[in-house]
């Protein structure tokens, strides 16, 4: 998405990638993610000689003066940020590094992470070679990343150097939002703050669901009453199964580790994990309250990405919801517009699974539909016919997408997070 983005705006960009299935595909111009838009913009830049494509660093730091370093940080075990990959990049660079470079990084990483790859770098230099290291932290939307990308709220620069914020200057000169030049260890510090804090919003509203459901408040009305206050606004919380996807969870875990490393208090941050942690499991329960045994039961699973617009499954409450109805011995019928194959790859296993490709399908002579992403086509359902195909008309809708009054004039039974059990 980086490379293609400032390869459109003019740039001249080479992007080294050493796994060759996928070097071979995106030289060819075909991307190995849904994201819409993206693999048009990429051929876009090929044809225009804008972007290539190389298994050699040699050939980057030949090519360039500037790196941007946009390798994955996953969650290791114990919860940690992993940074295998990126300490790989830097011996990489280091030991292949004839003159100046800008080393940028995008990935997400732990603050401090900037002097750790001063160090790892400085060891592997052959010789008395400057560089710089800067952070400029990534903050794209999966399903969102084009518009994100182009239309930034702000850009985090974090420098050390006059040359550095002379050659970011020049890169960023056609991003028409508020820059904000710091150090790199508060850019580092930025990007865990705010994925920190959207995921206590989340956690929060769905806490807040909770409450409804205990005590017959009426969820939408809340949230409308809160998003409008100026201070908190609308967005990240709208109550559901939880955030997941390849940011917020191990980004969370990460920002709790910092705290833990500084002897911080992380009690909050702590408790924002915990209850995302349970909401899939809530999903069963709710299903439970109306199917009190699910044992060679038939469920239909709509949505299996973490968030629409993406094929990506990646911590997505898809896989904690169709594991433990498998567990429960369940039949599972499972859809998505695009991430079928890439729910295959994680859950590694295929018991009692079926995968459709239409979703009125999925459903038929099913007890229950689970919704877990809120797809557009989703949204759109014939209530009518889907209720045809079900065997019993009960939707567990872990996304809010109905309007409760509405399905329920359809014959369904409807349970979702904020309602009142005994109101469904």
Request: net charge negative; charged share 25%.
């Amino acid at each position: 998405m980086t490379s293609a983005g400032f390869a459109s705006l003019e740039n001249e960009v080479m992007c080294v990638e050493s796994n060759q299935a996928i070097l071979a595909d995106v030289s060819s111009g075909k991307v190995p993610i849904f994201e819409p838009e993206l693999e048009n913009l990429v051929n876009k830049c090929i044809k225009n000689q804008k972007l290539q494509f190389t298994d050699q660093i040699k050939d980057v730091l030949e090519f360039a003066e500037v790196i941007f370093i946009c390798v994955g940080t996953p969650q290791a075990e114990d919860g940690k940020a992993d940074l295998r990959q990126i300490e790989s990049v830097a011996i990489d660079i280091a030991e292949n590094l004839h003159g100046y470079k800008l080393l940028v990084e995008k990935s997400t990483v732990p603050i401090g992470t900037h002097i750790r790859l001063k160090n790892t770098m400085s060891r592997h230099l052959k010789g008395k070679i400057g560089f710089d290291i800067a952070c400029v932290p990534e903050f794209l939307r999966e399903g969102n990343a084009l518009k994100d990308f182009f239309n930034p709220d702000r850009v985090i620069l974090g420098i050390e150097s006059e040359n550095s914020k002379k050659l970011l200057q020049d890169i960023y000169k056609d991003f028409e939002c508020p820059k904000i030049w710091t150090n790199p260890a508060t850019a580092e510090l930025i990007k865990y703050a705010s994925n920190g804090f959207l995921a206590m919003k989340i956690s929060y509203s769905n806490m807040l669901a909770d409450i409804c459901e205990a005590t017959g408040a009426d969820v939408d009305s809340l949230i409308e009453g809160i998003g409008q206050d100026s201070r908190i606004g609308k967005e990240f919380i709208n109550p559901g199964v939880g955030y997941g996807g390849s940011c917020l969870p191990k980004d969370v875990s990460a920002f709790i580790d910092i705290f833990d490393q500084n002897n911080v208090n992380n009690g909050l941050l702590k408790e924002v994990d915990s209850i995302n942690r349970l909401r899939p499991h809530r999903i069963i329960t709710k299903l439970k309250s109306s199917i009190k045994n699910l044992e060679n039961k038939r469920i239909a699973v709509w949505g299996l990405a973490f968030k629409p617009n993406t094929d990506d499954v990646r911590n997505a409450p898809s896989l904690e919801v169709v594991n433990k109805l498998i567990e429960e011995k369940v039949t599972v019928n499972c859809h998505d517009p695009q991430a079928i194959n890439q729910f295959k790859k994680a859950l590694n296993k295929n018991t009692n699974l079926t995968f459709f490709d239409d979703m009125y399908e999925s459903a038929r002579d099913c007890d229950a539909l689970i919704i877990l992403t809120e797809w557009p086509d989703y949204m759109a359902t014939n209530l009518d016919e889907l209720k045809a195909k079900m065997s019993n008309p009960l939707i567990v809708d872990g996304r809010g997408i109905f309007k409760p009054s509405e399905i329920q004039k359809s014959g369904f039974e409807y349970k979702a997070f904020g309602l009142k059990e005994n109101n469904n």
